[in-house]
């Protein structure tokens, strides 16, 4: 693996928009047990094309991140239940991560976390 999530204070999910479909709102549906329309409402944000993108939170580094995620443990906290976007992301390999550790080696900081990287 060319990443390490783990390793990571969650870049990916600070993307201004976090594309969802309607499978992935049943899916958000199904996870806190109520219907497609209260989901679609309490978590998400209508696009163009009735698509839908995440509802976002405030973020101390990132500025906003997606309302799921974990700002102290900077991870996901319904992993089961992400959309098929998370699934998939980043690839083969993550530019972003690819930054960060750089960064990190060449500040000598193992903690540190960039935010002014972008794709
Ligand atoms: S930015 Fe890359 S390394 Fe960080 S959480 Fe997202 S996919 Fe993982
Ligand atoms: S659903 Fe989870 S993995 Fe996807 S953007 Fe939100 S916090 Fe990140």
Excluded at 23 to 40: M, N
Excluded at 59 to 88: L, M, N, W
Aim: aromatic share 16%; glycine share 6%; net charge positive.
């Amino acid at each position: 693996m060319l990443f390490n999530c783990a390793k990571c204070p969650g870049y990916c999910c600070s993307y201004p928009i976090i594309p969802l479909n309607k499978k992935d709102v049943w899916r958000l549906a199904k996870h806190f047990g109520i219907g497609f329309r209260e989901a679609k409402k309490k978590y998400t944000k209508p696009q163009e094309d009735e698509k839908y993108s995440m509802r976002r939170k405030a973020d101390e580094h990132f500025g906003k991140v997606c309302q799921f995620f974990d700002t102290d443990e900077r991870r996901c906290t319904i992993y089961t239940a992400r959309p098929s976007t998370c699934r998939t992301f980043p690839g083969g390999r993550c530019g972003y991560y690819d930054f960060l550790t750089f960064e990190r080696n060449t500040q000598d900081d193992p903690e540190h976390i960039a935010t002014t990287w972008s794709d």
